[in-house]
């Protein structure tokens, strides 16, 4: 507890000798003493393949590793840290990442307060490179939070008491395999299945014969056929299952806006839903939307995202790629005001360099520490 309390003295103390610094250089002319360095923001970065702990298989992909793009943004001595997760069905790679990465030139912003100014830059660089910019954005929200000395959950006004319970993703595997997945998920409150497969009822009824946690599903676009989806739903509900994420694929709209209307439980949209215009195309169409950092380009937009689904009277899960503790810190800093949280992507890897939030009890636990509340274990930059 000592050694706790030490070391978040030692935090707000680095906070404060930050906050000073920064002043200094934004002391302009009146005190010729203190002149303005001139420096900008310095961007690196360090791909970092992350090594999974079970072969992840989904419904139309299975893998053994992730590749990750580690950044780092400094500014006045003090450092943020982002990620981007890129699993490879989503169109990114580490060479992808540097090219967008080295293409910017951030050293012309001199406040890092100019948040909407420099994220709208990273984001007019090229299109696409979602999860790129979200390496950016995170670092960002990292250093500025560092600088006022404050987490974002408290920036934004939330109580950190309100994170959700998060789900466990239980993958499509042999029974056997599914029994040990489902031990291993014992401090959860809630398991999250991947079905879309041939085996759907088969995997439910594996699961249930060792639990009876709620559980949500994630179908991956796997089903076609709207009205055997919908026959689908039905026996999940009698199943215990809390909502369906994505049953069908993406282009579906109007199979799937029909689904939702006769659903009797809620349906998620995730794949079809990327960035903040998406949010309005799923009114209707979905009754919530699964926010991920890498898909929306990062926090920034993520917290837009998430105040206008919820105006629209929509439900919001905020969930994860495979990601180190890094980009999970960052998410569940909005999850509080989500209804659902599936942020389990760095538990699932075996080479996380940080630590962040936690799970007690199956809730997510936030940390007190500025930023996105983080501690760098293995000094990568
Ligand atoms: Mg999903």
């Given at each position: 507890m000592n050694s706790r309390r030490n070391f978040i003295r030692t935090a707000s103390l680095s906070t404060l000798v930050g906050v000073t610094g920064f002043e200094t250089v934004f002391?302009?002319?009146?005190?010729?003493?203190?002149?303005?360095?001139g420096k900008g923001l310095k961007l690196r970065f360090l791909p970092h393949d992350l090594l999974l702990k079970h072969t992840f298989t989904i419904a139309n992909s299975s893998r053994k590793t992730t590749p990750d793009m580690l950044t780092c943004l400094e500014f006045d001595g003090i450092f943020g840290y982002g990620e981007a997760s890129m699993p490879p069905y989503l169109g990114e790679s580490v060479d992808s990442a540097s090219k967008f990465l080295s293409a910017?030139?951030?050293?012309?912003?001199?406040?890092?307060?100019q948040m909407d100014d420099i994220l709208a830059y990273v984001d007019s660089?090229?299109?696409?490179n979602c999860a790129a910019k979200a390496s950016v954005d995170i670092a960002l929200h990292d250093l500025v939070g560092k600088i006022m000395g404050q987490p974002w959950y408290k920036i934004w006004g939330f109580?950190?008491?309100?994170t959700p319970n998060t789900s466990f993703t239980i993958g499509i595997d042999t029974p056997e395999v599914v029994r040990q997945k489902v031990a291993e998920a014992a401090p959860y409150n809630i398991l999250k299945v991947k079905l879309g497969m041939a085996t759907d009822k088969e995997m439910v009824e594996t699961i249930r014969s060792v639990t009876d946690k709620p559980l949500c599903v994630d179908?991956?676009?796997?089903?076609?056929d709207r009205n055997k989806a919908l026959d689908m739903i039905h026996w999940l509900k009698e199943k215990g299952v809390v909502f369906v994420e994505?049953?069908?694929?993406?282009?579906?709209i109007d199979d799937m806006a029909w689904l939702t209307e006769n659903s009797p439980l809620p349906t998620i949209g995730d794949e079809s839903?990327?960035?903040?215009?998406d949010v309005i195309k799923a009114k209707g169409v979905y009754n919530g939307i699964n926010i991920k950092l890498m898909k929306c380009t990062g926090m920034r937009e993520a917290h837009q995202m998430l105040t206008l689904a919820k105006s629209l009277g929509m439900k919001v899960m905020i969930g994860c790629m495979t990601e180190t503790s890094c980009a999970i810190s960052a998410a569940a800093q909005l999850?509080?005001?989500?209804?659902?949280?599936?942020?389990?992507g760095n538990l699932l890897?075996?080479?996380?360099p940080y630590s962040g939030v936690q799970v007690v009890n199956g809730k997510m636990t936030l940390i007190d520490l500025p930023g996105i509340g983080i501690n760098n274990l293995q000094k990568l930059f």
């Open positions: 002391a302009g002319t009146k005190d010729k003493k203190k002149k303005p360095s910017l030139d951030l050293s012309q912003f001199k406040d890092p307060f660089v090229a299109p696409g109580d950190p008491a309100d179908v991956n676009q796997g089903w076609t994505q049953p069908m694929p993406k282009t579906a839903v990327q960035r903040l215009p999850s509080p005001k989500t209804d659902w949280a599936d942020l389990d890897i075996s080479n996380d």
